[in-house]
């Protein structure tokens, strides 16, 4: 099956840092890859899509400057959030596209992020 | 906003009894999707029912799909414990894998 690993799975940062998030598609290269957040007891919000060598498209309402994405290999993508607040603390999740012709997205398990 | 609807919100049943949830999108659709998620990690894909099939089925789960009223209904039979999870419904509009989600059900399946 496919493998979605995401890392690390939980960071705790100080206000004002910037966290890296790492997606890789373990067994599978990925052209796109997505990008969500999700707040306690609500759902998956979409913030971009990754396309391998190109700029990501960015979801309305979502600040590409803060939210830095990178998709730099067809296995990896990453997803920089800088000078961090207490309200970007979210669980991130990515998911990855197997192929052009594929419907099915395949999710890592996500990213606890805490701003203190 | 880009999401759909799904009701109810939160589901509490005992264990072997049916659960249904629904849910309702707002544009046309390629295939609409459903996802399983135990709090706080990631989603497990369950099944994909595309715009032209009307039910599916995998296992003990049963998925409607009706477009003219742009919904789509996920049962589980014979509940168990093990089934306790949040469970949210996804469209896709196109082959582009972008998924839009709904609100998701909180299911409590009681031993």
């Known amino acids: 099956g496919a493998v979605v690993s995401q890392h690390p799975s939980r960071v705790i940062c100080k206000s004002g840092t910037s966290v890296k998030i790492e997606c890789r598609s373990l067994?599978?290269?990925?052209?796109?890859m997505f990008w969500y957040r999700q707040f306690p007891k609500q759902s998956l919000m979409l913030m971009a899509t990754?396309?391998?060598?190109?700029?990501?498209?960015?979801e309305q309402g979502v600040e590409k400057d803060k939210f830095l994405i990178n998709h730099a290999s067809l296995t990896l993508s990453t997803l920089t959030v800088t000078s961090a607040h207490p309200e970007d603390s979210s669980f991130y999740i990515c998911s990855a596209r197997k192929g052009q012709g594929s419907t099915e997205a395949f999710f890592g398990q996500g990213t606890r992020l805490t701003v203190v | 906003s880009q999401q759909g609807e799904e009701d109810p919100q939160a589901l509490s049943i005992q264990e072997g009894e049916n659960a249904t949830m629904n849910c309702s999108y707002k544009?046309?659709?390629?295939?609409l999707q459903w996802y399983r998620q135990n709090s706080g990690r990631g989603l497990v894909h369950l099944i994909l029912i595309r715009s032209n099939e009307r039910e599916k089925h995998s296992g003990r789960l049963r998925v409607t799909l009706d477009t003219s009223k742009k919904s789509s209904s996920l049962l589980i039979t014979a509940s168990r414990a093990a089934d306790t999870a949040s469970y949210f419904c996804a469209t896709n509009r196109n082959q582009g894998g972008k998924l839009i989600f709904g609100q998701g059900t909180e299911l409590s399946v009681k031993p």
């Open positions: 990754s396309n391998e060598g190109s700029k990501a498209t960015y």
């Open positions: 067994d599978f290269q990925a052209t796109t």
């Open positions: 544009t046309s659709i390629n295939n």
